[in-house]
Nanobody
Framework: QVQLVESGGGLVQAGGSLRLSCAASGIILNINAMGWYRQAPGKQRELVAVITRGGTTNYADSVKERFTISRDNAKNTVNLQMNSLKPEDTAVYYC??????????????WGQGTQVTVSS
């Protein structure tokens, strides 16, 4: 199996910064897209940012110009640098990875989530 372990959440004042990290381990042949999602209380989980193995990125409109996603293919890690944080960024952030576990199969895996709270 594959495990995704997140770190870096916490409490920060509006305008501040946080950096989230996620490391994948287990039976990994290759990792395709990696991304970050978030879920605020009473809301659906939404995409924050995604990055392909080749480095192509895509961001939710609400975080463009403030968040930056990056990955290290050799270490199977993905990071999310969050700047200029706003109270509406408060949510549980989840790491996601599409992992190829064999030559013919790929599955989506999720981390356990890390809380990000932005105070006004």
């Amino acid at each position: 199996q594959v495990q995704l372990v997140e770190s870096g959440g916490g409490l920060v004042q509006a305008g501040g910064s946080l950096r989230l990290s996620c490391a994948a381990s287990g039976i990994i042949l290759n990792i395709n897209a990696m991304g970050w999602y978030r879920q605020a209380p009473g809301k659906q989980r939404e995409l924050v940012a995604v990055i392909t193995r080749g480095g192509t990125t895509n961001y939710a409109d609400s975080v463009k110009e403030r968040f930056t996603i990056s990955r290290d293919n050799a270490k199977n890690t993905v990071n999310l640098q969050m700047n200029s944080l706003k109270p509406e960024d408060t949510a549980v952030y989840y790491c996601n990875a599409n992992v190829q576990t064999s030559f013919s199969r790929a599955y989506d895996f999720w981390g356990q989530g890390t809380q990000v709270t932005v105070s006004s």
